[in-house]
């Protein structure tokens, strides 16, 4: 969700202001994708890396998610949509931890839609500590398996992505989900994160479906290509 400082500077606003209006294109997405039937939808909160960022910006954040999971929460039970969080949580504030944990349990019911939020996450760490808890279980190499690792992610019992959006104009993954994207599709945008819309999503849908899914395989003929052959 790229360029919430730069939509605010383009408008001759405070960088805390792109950031209250990336929670309006947040909650547009959701919706849309609800309505869709997307089973899992994934938002890069807050990065690792995030934390270089001055101190009232990050406790505004902080403050504005906070917010933003009160008034939300209920919304979330009607549509029947689960909460979770792909991070670690030691480092964020103790307060934020309370309501995401409240809101997490509170819609683990919840079975039509997962949204996951990446707090405080860092795809490289987080195959680290996958590597650490087979260490601590005593799995041997030739008992390591995909599905063994896969276990261990925080995304663990969910599908890996099929399609990745970034908005703003950058074109790379900032250490996002890189275990999980090896065959990923990618869109990127130009189009700032505040101004994301259900239209910008559906042409990113629409693009995706246009594409050619081989994982490293051949792609399946067509029934023209076929009957050319005959």
């Known amino acids: 969700m790229d360029g919430n400082g730069r939509w605010a500077e383009q408008h001759g606003l405070p960088r805390n202001e792109g950031h209250k209006a990336g929670t309006q294109a947040a909650r547009k997405v959701v919706t849309h994708c609800r309505k869709l039937g997307i089973p899992h ?31 939300e929460m ?22 934020l931890r309370q309501i995401l944990r409240h809101v997490c349990s509170r819609s683990s019911h919840c079975r039509s839609m997962v949204v996951n939020l990446a707090l405080n996450y860092s795809g490289r760490e ?4 996958a590597c650490r808890k087979l260490m601590d279980q005593g799995l041997g190499p030739e008992q390591l ?16 992505p099929d399609l990745i959006i970034r908005t703003s104009g950058e074109q790379r993954l ?8 090896a065959y990923s599709e990618l869109y990127f945008t130009p189009v700032f994160w505040p ?10 849908l629409d693009v995706y479906a246009g594409r050619s ?5 051949l792609e399946a003929p067509t029934a023209e290509t076929s009957s050319s052959k005959t």
């Open 41 to 71: 939808l994934t938002f890069y909160t807050f990065s690792k890396e995030n934390w270089s960022r001055p101190r009232e910006e990050i406790s505004f954040l902080f403050d504005l998610l906070q917010a933003y999971l009160k008034d």
């Open 126 to 129: 987080e195959i680290l500590r």
């Open 174 to 181: 900032s250490n996002f989900l890189l275990y999980q994207a």
């Open 145 to 160: 398996t995909e599905s063994h690792f896969a276990a261990q992610l925080d995304t663990a019992g969910q599908p890996d």
């Open 195 to 204: 101004d994301f819309d259900e239209s910008h999503l559906q042409t990113a």
């Open 74 to 95: 209920d919304s979330l039970l009607e549509r029947d949509i689960r909460l979770q969080v792909l991070g670690e949580w030691s480092d964020l504030p103790f307060s």
């Open 213 to 217: 899914r081989r994982f490293g395989g």
